[in-house]
């Protein structure tokens, strides 16, 4: 599922014309394609950090 989610990303991404083309969020905010992406770039790199935190917790490894 996960696969198949990260593909229809890339395909929505990939059909752009142009990182500057601006969406509106939910709160009538307008913001850019880039914008979106890097946001969402942002929070995928945010949970990793908390799920390494949880396996660290339970296997005592940490890294360097």
Do not use: F, K
């Not at 229809?8 to 059909?15: K, P, Q």
């Amino acid at each position: 599922m996960w696969r198949a989610e990260c593909a229809r990303a890339r395909e929505i991404a990939a059909a752009l014309p142009s990182l500057e083309v601006m969406m509106t969020r939910r709160t009538g905010q307008q913001v850019s394609a880039r914008w979106v992406l890097v946001h969402m770039v942002e929070e995928y790199a945010r949970h990793n950090g908390h799920a390494d935190l949880l396996r660290e917790r339970i296997d005592g490894v940490t890294g360097e």
